[in-house]
């Protein structure tokens, strides 16, 4: 079943939210808004338009990942058809639906943090040299503010512990997460890079005050 043909039998089904989007009949459309939005909203006509309303969280700054839960208020988005929706919703959660379909074919295979780690070259080599505990720690910090259903883990026998057990449970509609992203394999290597500096060591070494 190809992801159109499953996303629709979802809304017919009485499927209505994914991440932090209701999603309404609007007449004879749809209507996408965030969830906790109601009453006077700035309305929106174009699928594409979803692109804009996915890049900056309510403050303005930029949203690297977009399904951090930081979605902003204020909008709404009315469409004719469930095709177009599934094409805003490629914008707001990139992928996402594409990684659903293969799920529900069993077709979706994760990738532990070691393996992303071990296939990582040039600047980006180093995370190999991230401990256990560093990478706990890191994926509690990172990782608590997405939305997406962790499907890897650190190694096959070294669950990630440092998430609550929804973290690793699909939801309604689950946002996948099956592998590290970019954004925190780059972290990674901040947190190796800032542990291994000389003025680490030195701090380290020195009494406390
Ligand atoms: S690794 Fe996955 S769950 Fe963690 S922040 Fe990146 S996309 Fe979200």
Not at 21 to 36: K, N, Q
Not at 45 to 52: K, L, M, P, Y
Not at 186 to 203: F, Q
Request: include cysteine.
């Amino acid at each position: 079943m190809n992801t159109l043909t499953a996303f629709t039998r979802w809304l017919e089904n009485g499927g209505r939210t994914i991440g932090q989007i209701a999603i309404t009949r609007s007449g004879e459309g749809w209507e996408l808004r965030h969830a906790d939005d109601a009453g006077e909203l700035q309305t929106f006509t174009r699928w594409q338009d979803a692109r804009t309303l996915a890049t900056l969280d309510d403050a303005g700054a930029f949203r690297p990942i977009k399904t951090t839960n930081d979605l902003r208020h204020g909008w709404r988005i009315v469409l004719s058809t469930v095709a177009e929706v599934v094409r805003a919703l490629d914008y707001f959660y990139p992928a996402m639906l594409g990684l659903w379909t293969a799920d529900a074919r069993g077709e979706l295979t994760p990738t532990d943090l070691r393996d992303t780690l071990a296939r990582q070259t040039g600047m980006y080599r180093i995370t190999q040299k991230l401990t256990d505990e560093q990478a706990q720690a890191l994926i509690g910090r990172q990782c608590s503010r997405c939305l997406k259903t962790m499907l890897w883990r650190i190694a096959p026998a070294q669950p990630i512990t440092s998430l609550p057990p929804e973290k690793h449970q699909r939801a309604a509609f689950p946002l996948l997460c099956r592998e590290a992203c970019n954004l925190l394999v780059g972290l990674a290597r901040g947190v190796v890079k800032e542990a291994t500096s000389p003025e680490s060591s030195t701090a380290a070494a020195s009494p406390p005050a």
